[in-house]
C-alpha cells in the first residue's frame, strides 16, 4: 500500500493540510490543489491513485471536476472521495452516475479519511 | 231640472275639464247615473273625479246644488264625502308606507354599496358563485388576479371565465367535499416571476344546508415564501460557514490526541490553527448576533468622537496578515485633522474590516486594496471608500448587495460568505449612525465600497 498517491483537493488551506498530514504520515504520496480546475491539470500530469475532493470551491466544484474526470476514458475509474460540509452531500443517484466511491462529511475525523481511503483503494486493487 | 238639458251643450264643455262623470251626470240626469258613477269611482277609486263631483255638488250656482228640499242629493253628496274620505285616508296610509319603503330600501342599498365598498377595498382577492357555479361577485383584486371584468347583467360561469386550471379544479374540490373549507397554495402570473397565492375556497350553505355557491379568498404570500426561502438559504449557508471552521478544530484536535504533530514546530501549528478557527467561528456568530441585535433594537451603542482616519488605520492593521496571504498589498489613509464623527468605535472598526476583507476576498492575488478617508466641509460629513482591484459587481446586482443574505451570482465562486456583512456595514452605519453606505464597480476592474458619516458636533459648531 505504500507509495500511492492522492489528490486532495479543497479551497480551505487547513483541511488539505490536515489530510495530507495524516496521509503522509502513515505512507501516501500527497498532491493538493485548491480547486477543480487546478486539481484536473494534477490528475492529468500527476496520475494519482485516488482524489478526496470538496464540493463547494470557487473555479470549478467538486462535482465539476467529477464530471470532467468521468468524460476522459482514462479517468473514468479514477477513485473520488468527497469531503463535503454539505448537510445533504449529493443525490445518491448523481453519486452512483459520477461513481464516486464514498462521501464523508465536515466535521470529519483524519482517522475515518484514511480508513476510507484505505477502503477505497484496498477495493480497487482486489 | 230643464235648466240643465237647455244647457247641456255649454255645461258639457265647461265639465269636460272637470271629468267624464260629472259631464254624464249632467247630461243624462243626476238620479240614474248617480249609482253608477259612485259604484265606478269606488271601483277605479278615482280621487280626482270624487272630488271634481263633490265640488261641483257644492258650488252654489251648480244646478245640481242641494238647496231647500233637495232631500235626494244630499245623501248621496254625504256619501261620496265619506267616500273621499276614506280614499284619502287610504291614499295617506299607503303614501306613508311608501315612504317608509323607500327609507328601507335606501338603507339596504346603501348597506349593500358599504358591504360591497369593503369587500372590494380588501387586499385579498375575492370571489363568489352561485350554486350554478356562475361569478356573482369578484372584488377588484380578483378581477385583476384573474384578469377578467365582472359582467354584472350576465353573470358567465367560472370555467368560461377563469383559466386557471388548478383554481378551477379546487373549487370543484369545495363543491364536492362539502368540507368547511379546501386550500391550496397555487401560482399565479408569469412562469419566470411567478406569484403564490394561498388559496382558501369555502363552501356557502343556505338555511337548508344546501350548497349554494362558494366564497374564494386568495392571498398573496410571495413575500413569505421569499423571506422563507431566504432563511432556508441562510440556514443553509450559516450552516456550511459555521462546519468549515469547526471541520479544522476538530481534525486538528484529533490529530495532536493521535499523535501525528511529530515535533514540537507542528504541535505548535495545529494549535495556532485551532485558535484562529475557534476566532473564525466566533466572528460569524458575533456578526449574526449582531444584525440580529441591531435589528430588534437591542444593541448597546456606546458613541465617542474618534478619528475616522485612525479607526481605519487601526482596521487596516487587523486585516493585514489575511491580505498578505494572498499577496495584496493596502494603501492606508494618512491621518487628516478634524475628521471626527461621533461613533462606536468597536462597530465602526467591524465596518471598516468588514469592507476590507471583503475587498482582500474577491481581488485576485497581487492586486491593490487602497483605503481613503475625507472631510466634506459642505456636507459636514466625514467619507470613508475602500477601492479594489477586484473581480467587480455586475450593474444588475449593485442595488442589492447591501440586502442581507444577497451574494452576487457571478462572485460565489470566487469566495464564500454568508452574504451577512455588508448588510451588518449597512445596519451599522445607517440604522445606528445616521450615516449612508454607497458602491460603485465596474466588473473585471473593481469595486469601491464606502460610507459617510456626520462629523461631531463640536466640529460643526467650529465650522459655524
Known amino acids: 500500500m505504500t507509495d500511492r498517491k492522492v489528490l486532495v483537493v479543497d479551497d480551505e488551506i487547513h483541511i488539505v493540510q490536515v489530510v495530507a498530514i495524516k496521509l503522509r504520515n502513515n505512507g501516501f504520496e500527497v498532491v493538493t490543489a485548491e480547486n477543480g ?10 496520475h494519482p491513485d485516488l482524489v478526496i475532493t470538496d464540493y463547494q470551491m470557487p473555479v470549478m466544484t467538486g462535482v465539476e471536476l467529477i464530471e470532467n474526470l468521468r468524460s476522459d476514458a482514462e479517468f473514468v475509474e479514477l477513485p473520488v472521495i468527497m469531503l463535503t460540509a454539505r448537510g445533504f452531500a449529493i443525490e445518491d443517484d448523481k453519486k452512483a452516475r459520477l461513481n464516486v466511491a464514498a462521501c464523508l462529511s465536515k466535521p470529519f475525523s483524519p482517522r475515518e479519511v484514511l480508513q476510507c481511503v484505505q477502503d477505497v483503494l484496498q477495493q480497487v486493487s482486489a | 231640472m230643464w235648466a240643465v238639458a237647455a244647457c247641456g251643450t255649454a255645461a258639457l264643455v265647461a265639465a269636460a275639464a272637470a271629468g267624464v262623470g260629472t259631464a254624464v251626470l249632467v247630461v243624462l240626469g243626476f238620479p240614474v247615473v248617480a249609482c253608477l258613477i259612485l259604484t265606478g269611482l269606488i271601483l277605479l277609486k278615482t280621487a280626482a273625479a270624487i272630488e271634481t263631483l263633490c265640488a261641483a255638488l257644492e258650488k252654489p250656482d251648480s244646478a ?24 284619502r285616508e287610504g291614499q295617506h296610509r299607503q303614501r306613508s308606507q311608501d315612504s317608509e319603503m323607500v327609507v328601507r330600501l335606501q338603507l339596504l342599498e346603501r348597506q ?22 356562475r361569478i356573482i361577485m ?42 368547511s373549507h379546501v386550500r391550496q397554495e397555487l401560482t399565479f402570473g408569469d ?71 511529530q515535533d514540537a514546530e507542528t504541535m505548535q501549528r495545529f494549535c495556532t490553527v485551532i485558535q484562529t478557527q475557534a476566532q473564525r467561528l466566533n466572528r460569524l456568530i458575533e456578526d449574526i448576533l449582531n444584525i440580529s441585535r441591531i435589528e430588534s433594537g437591542l444593541i448597546k451603542v456606546d458613541k465617542e468622537t474618534c478619528s475616522v ?36 468605535k468597536d462597530m465602526l472598526t467591524q465596518v471598516v474590516i468588514n469592507l476590507l476583507s471583503n475587498a482582500v476576498k474577491y481581488t485576485p492575488a497581487g492586486g491593490m486594496v487602497e483605503v481613503d478617508v475625507e472631510v466634506d466641509e459642505v456636507d459636514c460629513c466625514v467619507r470613508l471608500t475602500v477601492g479594489d482591484t477586484g473581480v467587480g459587481i455586475p450593474s444588475d446586482d449593485l442595488p442589492y448587495v447591501f440586502d ?61
Do not use: W
Request: net charge neutral; with cysteine.
Open chain 2, 404 to 464: 442581507k443574505f444577497y451574494r452576487v451570482e457571478a462572485n460565489k465562486k470566487q469566495a464564500k460568505g454568508t452574504g451577512l456583512g455588508l448588510n451588518l456595514v449597512k445596519q451599522i452605519v445607517e440604522t445606528v449612525h445616521g450615516g449612508r453606505v454607497f458602491v460603485t464597480s465596474v466588473p473585471q476592474q473593481g469595486s469601491t465600497f464606502g460610507f459617510t458619516l456626520p462629523l461631531a458636533a463640536e466640529r460643526v459648531a467650529l465650522n459655524v
Open chain 2, 309 to 344: 482616519a485612525i479607526l481605519a488605520q487601526n482596521a487596516v492593521e487587523m486585516i493585514r496578515s489575511y491580505a498578505m496571504e494572498k499577496s495584496i498589498t493596502i494603501k492606508v489613509p494618512a491621518a487628516i485633522i478634524h475628521d471626527q464623527v461621533l461613533a462606536d
Open chain 2, 64 to 87: 245640481y246644488h242641494f238647496g231647500e228640499g233637495s232631500t235626494l242629493l244630499k245623501p248621496l253628496y254625504t256619501a261620496l264625502r265619506r267616500l273621499l274620505e276614506i280614499h
Open chain 2, 138 to 179: 369578484a372584488n377588484a383584486a380578483a378581477e385583476r388576479l384573474f384578469g377578467f371584468t365582472l359582467d354584472r347583467d350576465q353573470a358567465r360561469r367560472l370555467d368560461e371565465v377563469i383559466r386557471h386550471p388548478d383554481f378551477v379544479r379546487l373549487v370543484g374540490r369545495s363543491i364536492q367535499s362539502r368540507t
Open chain 2, 112 to 133: 349593500k354599496k358599504d358591504t360591497e365598498a369593503i369587500i372590494y377595498s380588501i387586499r385579498d382577492s375575492v370571489l363568489v358563485t352561485d350554486a350554478s357555479d
Open chain 2, 191 to 261: 412562469p419566470r416571476q411567478p406569484k403564490t397565492y394561498d388559496c382558501i375556497v369555502s363552501c356557502v350553505e343556505d338555511e337548508k344546508n344546501a350548497a349554494c355557491g362558494i366564497v374564494a379568498v386568495l392571498h398573496d404570500i410571495t413575500r413569505e415564501k421569499e423571506i422563507s426561502q431566504m432563511k432556508n438559504d441562510f440556514v443553509s449557508h450559516v450552516s456550511h460557514e459555521l462546519k468549515t471552521p469547526l471541520a479544522s478544530i476538530n481534525a486538528y484536535a484529533e490529530m495532536l490526541v493521535d499523535g501525528e504533530a
Open chain 1, 37 to 46: 480546475a487546478e486539481a484536473l491539470e494534477l490528475v492529468r500530469s500527476q
